[in-house]
């Protein structure tokens, strides 16, 4: 039950976040536009220019993965950690 | 048997996750480290692994001297206690596979696209190895304050060396050899 949670986690969380960080990089989304874009990731200025990504972009993407794959394990490791004896 | 597919189910859905994160970046995989295996990797992961080693006992020989110097009390073993440790020659290979799936994800994650992003979002290496390092050292803080410190100690030479590298095969491969001789070892001692 608990990896099914998981699994079901991840999937709606990326559709969320990687929504999020694809329009903060300028790519319309079928949800944002009503259809695919007309313009591929090579074709985007942001390639043509040579530019970076933008920054909000990675922060979004980032997040998401520490998220999605890093924090459920901080959680999970805290939890697992036994007890200090009690003293007597 | 139901630990180890419960874990490499959670391996696979993060290699999936950062896989998919980095097939949308703009940049080219390679920036993330992702380069073709070659053989002389297995040989990188090795000398790794055993610059780990010598850095762990080194460090800790040091600080138990230091220790002893003040009077101070010993230090407490890291807890293992709650892992399940291989039996069989079957379970060794199935030890094996886990531990090669679980060194790929967790260096997928924390090396190939964290400290990337860091390095990129910082724009200071050295505070995204101390970032990642501290990650990395987080989520192992079930094996107690000496495994805490000994996992940033490791996760801090594998950031080095994938800073230095940039390729992800042999610290996937050290990860792998790390996880595999610890728990064989910890079988063998019990």
Redesign the interface.
């Known amino acids: 039950m ?2 099914v949670q ?2 079901v986690g ?1 999937v709606v969380l ?1 559709q969320r976040w ?1 929504t999020a ?2 329009a903060a ?1 300028g790519w319309k989304t079928r949800r944002m536009s009503g259809r695919w874009s007309s313009m591929s ?1 090579e074709q ?1 200025p ?2 043509v220019c040579g530019r ?2 933008p ?1 909000k972009a ?2 979004v ?2 997040g ?3 998220l ?3 924090v459920p ?2 959680f ?3 939890a ?3 007890p200090a004896p009690e003293a007597a | 048997m139901f630990q180890a597919a ?1 874990r490499t ?2 391996a696979a ?2 290699i999936a ?2 896989l ?2 980095i097939s ?4 080219s995989p390679r920036r993330f480290g992702l380069f073709r295996f070659r053989w002389r990797d297995i040989l990188y992961g090795l000398g790794l692994y055993v610059l780990c080693m010598g850095a762990y006992y080194a460090f800790w020989i040091a600080v138990g001297l230091i220790m002893k110097l003040l009077g101070a009390g010993g230090l407490s073993r890291a ?1 293992l ?2 892992i399940a440790t291989p039996q069989t020659a079957a379970q060794y290979a199935v030890l094996a596979l886990l531990s090669l799936v679980n060194g790929a994800a967790e260096e997928l ?2 090396r190939a ?2 400290l990337t ?2 390095e ?2 910082f724009r200071s290496t050295a505070a995204a190895i101390l970032l990642s390092a501290a ?1 990395f050292a ?5 094996q ?1 304050y000496v495994g805490l410190v000994t996992v940033a100690l490791i996760g801090l030479i594998y950031g080095m060396c994938f800073a230095r590298w940039r390729r992800i095969w042999p610290l996937i491969l050290a990860h792998a050899f790390q996880d595999f001789v610890s728990i064989a070892m910890l079988a063998l001692s019990r």
Not at chain 2, 24 to 27: I, Q
Not at chain 2, 138 to 142: D, K, L, V
């Open positions: 608990e990896t998981h699994v991840v990326s990687l960080a694809g990089r990731v985007s942001m390639r970076e990504e920054r990675v922060w993407e980032t998401f993965v520490l999605a794959c890093v394990l901080i999970v490791s805290v697992r950690r036994q | 419960y189910l959670q859905v993060a996750t950062v998919f994160v949308r970046s703009v940049r807890t206690g709650g994650v924390m696209y964290l992003r860091f990129q979002l990650l987080a989520y192992h803080s079930y107690g």
